[in-house]
């Protein structure tokens, strides 16, 4: 399966980093100003969160409907497909239909 690019679920969605990703520094997470949380404590308050733009709700990385770090994305953003029929995206696939059907 390849990516539409419509850029709905980066607008729909929070992204949680694995440990791995979290530690790796590379992303701007929602507490990153506050210093690095052992990857435990980030977990628990939500430090492995992908900053989201102004509006609340759209990824940081979504520039011009196409996600800027496509390449490096995390691995839950590799894993979904809008089209995907694993059990677990189907809400997110029908939350995905619903947004494009407005």
Not at 16 to 34: A, G, H, I, M
Request: glycine share 4%.
């Amino acid at each position: 399966m390849e990516c539409s690019k419509c850029g709905v679920c980066c607008k729909l969605f929070v992204i949680n980093l694995n440990e791995e990703e979290y530690n790796s520094k590379e992303y701007n997470t929602v507490f990153q100003r506050f210093g690095h949380f052992a990857w435990q404590e980030a977990e628990l308050v939500g430090a492995n969160l992908l900053v989201q733009k102004d509006d609340g709700k759209t990824c940081i990385y979504l520039e011009n409907q196409k996600c800027s770090i496509h390449l490096t994305r995390p691995k839950v953003c590799r894993a979904f497909f809008c089209e995907s029929k694993e059990e677990w995206c189907q809400d997110m696939v029908q939350k995905i239909n619903e947004e494009k059907e407005k």
